[in-house]
């Protein structure tokens, strides 16, 4: 693989990671309500489910949704009532007041929050069938392990860097104290924006 293919690959993978979308979503609202700690480990989870989905991608994934499409929807339907179900809980919570000894709520544990970053990205399925698209335009058949390997830790550093950097902007004091005003609203938006998002994987 040539250093212009491997900056192609990294070009494409940060562009998606950057892309608004469910695992962007919930690290903004992770660093909102329980810190940028949380919200890097929540990151990694994200970084672990992009990594999943990669490797399935090499591992032909997408050959099988194109040969067998009711598993696709399968995933799809799957991924989206988990978003759908993230939102509701989202709505149905955004009344309650905000929590504010120590200025902040007591955070999730790591692994929870990991968890929940995993399952987050693996939500979407549609991140296989990208992944494949990318690898087909930048692999080829004799690309040696320790290649695919580096391009698997650029996945990976790319979704948790970005999503950590995403937590760190919205666990400023400045933007939570703009949402202890707003929580209403704010969590009511992104929990519409995550229902959107899943009933757009299934759309498309």
Same mark, same amino acid.
């Given at each position: 693989?040539?250093?212009?293919?491997?900056?192609?690959?990294?070009?494409?993978?940060?562009?998606?990671?950057?892309?608004?979308?469910?695992?962007?979503?919930?690290?903004?609202?992770?660093?909102?309500?329980?810190?940028?700690?949380?919200?890097?480990?929540?990151?990694?989870?994200?970084?672990?489910?992009?990594?999943?989905?990669?490797?399935?991608?090499?591992?032909?994934?997408?050959?099988?949704?194109?040969?067998?499409p009711t598993l696709l929807w399968a995933l799809k339907i799957g991924g989206a009532l988990y978003l759908v179900w993230m939102a509701w809980n989202l709505?149905?919570?955004?009344?309650?007041?905000?929590?504010?000894?120590?200025?902040?709520?007591?955070?999730?544990?790591?692994?929870?929050?990991?968890?929940?970053?995993?399952?987050?990205?693996?939500?979407?399925?549609?991140?296989?069938?990208?992944?494949?698209? *990318?690898? #087909?335009? &930048?692999?080829?058949?004799?690309?040696?392990?320790?290649? $695919?390997? %580096? /391009?698997?830790?650029? +996945?990976?550093?790319?979704?948790?860097?970005?999503?950590?950097?995403?937590?760190?902007?919205?666990?400023?004091?400045?933007?939570?104290?703009?949402? *202890?005003? #707003?929580? &209403?609203?704010?969590?009511?938006?992104?929990?519409?924006? $995550?229902? %959107? /998002?899943?009933?757009? +994987?299934?759309?498309?």
């Amino acid at each position: 693989m040539t250093i212009a293919a491997f900056l192609a690959f990294a070009g494409l993978v940060i562009f998606a990671a950057i892309s608004p979308g469910p695992a962007v979503l919930m690290a903004a609202r992770t660093g909102l309500t329980e810190g940028f700690r949380t919200g890097v480990m929540l990151a990694m989870g994200i970084g672990t489910g992009a990594v999943i989905w990669a490797l399935a991608a090499m591992f032909g994934l997408n050959l099988i949704f194109a040969a067998a499409p009711t598993l696709l929807w399968a995933l799809k339907i799957g991924g989206a009532l988990y978003l759908v179900w993230m939102a509701w809980n989202l709505w149905k919570g955004a009344s309650a007041p905000f929590v504010t000894q120590d200025s902040r709520p007591v955070p999730r544990s790591a692994l929870a929050a990991y968890r929940l970053g995993l399952w987050t990205n693996l939500a979407n399925p549609k991140a296989a069938v990208m992944f494949s698209s *990318i690898f #087909l335009g &930048t692999l080829r058949a004799d690309t040696p392990y320790w290649v $695919l390997g %580096a /391009l698997l830790l650029v +996945i990976f550093c790319a979704e948790t860097l970005w999503n950590s950097l995403v937590a760190r902007i919205f666990s400023l004091e400045k933007t939570r104290a703009r949402y *202890i005003s #707003l929580k &209403t609203i704010i969590d009511r938006s992104f929990g519409a924006a $995550l229902a %959107a /998002l899943g009933i757009k +994987i299934v759309a498309t």
